[in-house]
């Protein structure tokens, strides 16, 4: 990840992904989406749906935010 900021939300974290473990399977996962284009990129930001209804992956100026739908 360089030293862009990776940050996961408070409800996510509370979800189960207070492992290191489990957490860095995640960004791990979130990369591999990130790598792959999608018409709807802009230079700004990207959006990846890791889980349907459970966890989204927002990679823009701030960093990389993994979240729960919910929390957009």
Partial sequence: ??????????????????????????????LQLLR?????????MKLRVIEKSRIWLIFNAEGFTFLRPEDY
């Avoid at 990776?6 to 860095?24: M, P, Q």
């Fill in 36 to 44: 792959q284009p999608d018409v709807e990129d802009t230079k700004y």
């Fill in 1 to 30: 990840c360089g030293n862009q900021r990776v940050i996961f939300t408070s409800n996510l974290f509370a979800d189960g992904y207070g492992d290191a473990e489990k957490r860095r399977l995640l960004v791990e996962r979130g």
